[in-house]
């Protein structure tokens, strides 16, 4: 499941958990997709510490303002 949120520039983003390396439940990240804009290449967030269903939760619980600071911190996927 992903979540929707629009940033500070009112670019809509989609956030959904994924798993770490080769799909395993630790070391996940929180991947923003660009909805307004498909040309932009996705950003990515990982967490270290904490595994795939705590980066659920993220996404789905935590308020958009903190969305927003993580797409702020995150990095180009490559």
């Given at each position: 499941m992903s979540a929707t949120f629009?940033?500070?520039?009112?670019?809509?983003?989609?956030?959904?958990?994924?798993?770490g390396r080769f799909g395993l439940a630790t070391s996940p990240k929180v991947?923003?997709?660009?909805?307004?804009d498909p040309a932009r290449r996705p950003r990515y967030v990982e967490l270290s510490?904490?595994?795939e269903?705590?980066?659920e939760e993220m996404v789905h619980e935590y308020p958009?303002?903190?969305?927003?600071?993580?797409l702020r911190e995150s990095r180009e996927l490559e």
């Open positions: 629009t940033d500070e520039n009112l670019v809509t983003w989609e956030a959904y958990a994924s798993g991947v923003f997709n660009c909805l307004s510490g904490s595994d269903a705590k980066a958009e303002a903190t969305l927003r600071q993580m």
